[in-house]
């Protein structure tokens, strides 16, 4: 497709299980962008790569938390041991360019994660 | 601690008439600021932005104007038309700041424009 596509778009899962979402960015972009959107807030940065390269993970809440981009294409984020308070929309955007200073991102429609 | 503030959690306006959504932050190191716009069930789209080092921007029925002494910026549509009902969120970066990349966004105002 044209857009950035994240998969599932919904998932729920028993607190203590580990869930894994992933993100087809637009093809080309080179940045990609991990935000995490909870109900009546605005998406909060969680961590940004650069090609394969993982430039900054300082808004990962925990050591929980881990991403991948392997092949400098598609991302994981990876949640362990999820916990109730991980519930929210996780969102992939992606950059044409890098460090697209406060630039356009394009969003996905998000995964919504749901820990019971 | 929200560095970025968008105090309205919604607005109704008439077709036609004009919508004024506003935000505020606080951070001194934001340099840049855009605004999105999102559908139920879609991700947030760019709509427009602007530098720090000017006043206003202008694209089509959308203006965005920053007034930096008072960290105040605004966007106007200008006639807001039914399809213009979203929610819209502001954001802000520090370009110059090596955090060039991270947007900071607001909780976001629900527009609604009535026919």
């Known amino acids: 497709g044209a857009g950035v596509s994240q998969s599932p778009r919904y998932k729920v899962t028993k607190r203590g299980q580990d869930v894994a979402l992933r993100c087809d960015p637009i093809s080309g972009h080179v940045s990609l962008y991990w935000y995490r959107q909870a109900l009546g807030q605005g998406p909060e940065f969680l961590t940004y790569?650069?090609?394969?390269?993982?430039?900054?993970k300082s808004g990962l809440p925990n050591d929980r938390f881990s991403a991948e981009r392997p092949e400098g294409s598609i991302s994981t984020l990876t949640i362990q041991r999820t916990e109730q308070r991980d519930s929210a929309m996780y969102r992939c955007?992606?950059?044409?360019?890098?460090?697209?200073?406060?630039?356009?991102?394009?969003f996905g429609e998000g995964s919504r994660l749901t820990v019971l | 601690d929200q560095q970025v503030k968008q105090n309205s959690p919604s607005l109704s306006v008439q077709e036609g008439r004009i919508s004024i959504l506003n935000c505020d932050y606080t951070?001194?190191?934001?340099?840049?600021f855009l605004w999105y716009k999102k559908y139920p069930a879609e991700g947030p789209t760019f709509l427009i932005s602007?530098?720090?080092?000017?006043d206003k921007n202008e694209d089509g029925r959308f203006t965005v104007f920053l007034n930096k002494s008072a960290k105040h910026l605004s966007l106007h549509i200008v006639p807001s038309q039914p399809g213009d009902s979203a929610v819209y969120f502001c954001a802000a970066s520090a370009r110059s700041g090596g955090s060039n990349y991270k947007l900071t966004f607001g909780k976001g105002t629900l527009l609604t424009v009535n026919p």
């Open positions: 955007a992606s950059s044409p360019t890098r460090d697209r200073a406060g630039g356009e991102l394009f």
């Open positions: 951070n001194s190191m934001f340099d840049y």
């Open positions: 790569f650069n090609y394969e390269a993982q430039q900054d």
């Open positions: 602007i530098s720090s080092i000017k």
